[in-house]
């Protein structure tokens, strides 16, 4: 910053968000799993794949809403791949034309960017081909679909902090982070065991 000092954590948000940062007015609230979530995927990725066409290399429900049984923050996230995430001209005014609006770009992170859908509560997170990140947000999904005490640690952690205070949920996404790192991680492992 040019006054010297280090920005806060909100300024480091801001910085990286079209609009302002997402504030849960205190605590954050899961719902309880709605069999509805993954029709709501299925129609977006309709919509995304009539949008972007060959553009697309690769669509995929991730998040808590895709984990059968797992109560969740009641919104959609899309693992959105495409061939330079960084080349916004390729993919975003047709995703813009169909409703979805940019709101974070993250160029110091894999090039993620991050669009809100046009009538449903949906994230629709892009990566390039090839991103680490691809592997380590399926993994995570399918580690928890296929490991009930994994996916009830993960329970476990998301309602002890959705029971605090927070002033912006990507607050909570953050405190999240070891619990989500150790599932990963042991995903890793018993894949390259095998």
């Known amino acids: 910053m040019g006054d010297g000092r280090a920005p806060t954590y909100e300024e480091r948000l801001q910085a990286q968000t079209f609009g302002q940062p997402d504030r849960p007015n205190g605590r954050i609230e899961l719902a309880e799993p709605d069999p509805a979530w993954p029709q709501l995927y299925e129609r977006e990725a309709a919509r995304i794949r009539s949008l972007l066409g060959d553009e697309v290399l690769l669509l995929e429900h991730v998040g808590s809403t895709s984990v059968a049984g797992l109560p969740a923050k009641p919104v959609i996230d899309i693992l959105l791949i ?3 995430s960084s080349d916004e001209a390729a993919y975003a005014p047709r ?36 991103s680490p990140e691809i592997e380590r947000m399926v993994g995570f999904r399918d580690r928890l679909r296929t490991h009930p005490e994994e996916r009830e640690l993960y329970l476990a952690t998301k309602r002890e902090l959705a029971a605090r205070d ?29």
């Open 82 to 84: 495409v061939p330079d």
């Open 166 to 194: 927070w002033e912006f949920v990507q607050q909570y996404a953050d405190a999240k982070s070891a619990v989500v790192e150790s599932i990963i991680a042991r995903a890793e492992a018993e894949r390259g065991a095998r």
């Open 95 to 130: 995703l813009e034309a169909g409703g979805y609006v940019l709101r974070i770009r993250q160029t110091d992170w894999h090039q993620h960017r991050m669009f809100k859908g046009p009538d449903t509560n949906v994230q629709v997170h892009v990566f390039s081909h090839g």
